[in-house]
Nanobody, 121 residues
């Protein structure tokens, strides 16, 4: 089985910074895609950023471009968040598309349990 464990969520003032981490463990052969999503209270889950491929190709939601940076080191995913705004308040979830085979496929999506980020003065 595969587990994704997020950490780093906290209460931060507007303009502040946080770094989220997501560690993937278990029966991992190959990871094709990793990403961060978030869900604010009363809203649907939305894409924040993804990273895939060699070399790493990144994709960001317009609302976080220039403020957030996604990166990956082996099976650990990071999200560096700067200039945080109250509208960034949400539960942040890690997602990974993983195959148990080193040559890839079939792929399965896994989710972490989420970490709370609250931006408030």
């Amino acid at each position: 089985q595969v587990q994704l464990v997020e950490s780093g969520g906290d209460l931060v003032q507007p303009g502040g910074s946080l770094r989220l981490s997501c560690a993937a463990s278990g029966r991992i052969g190959k990871i094709s895609l990793m990403g961060w999503y978030r869900q604010a209270a009363g809203k649907e889950r939305e894409l924040v950023a993804t990273i895939t491929g060699i070399p790493d190709t990144t994709n960001y939601a317009d609302s976080v471009k220039g403020r957030f940076t996604i990166s990956r080191n082996a099976n650990t995913l990071y999200l560096q968040m700067t200039d945080l705004k109250p509208e960034d308040t949400a539960v942040y979830y890690c997602n990974a598309r993983i195959s148990i085979y080193s040559f890839g496929g079939p792929w399965r999506d896994y989710w972490g349990q989420g970490t709370q980020v609250t931006v408030s003065s």
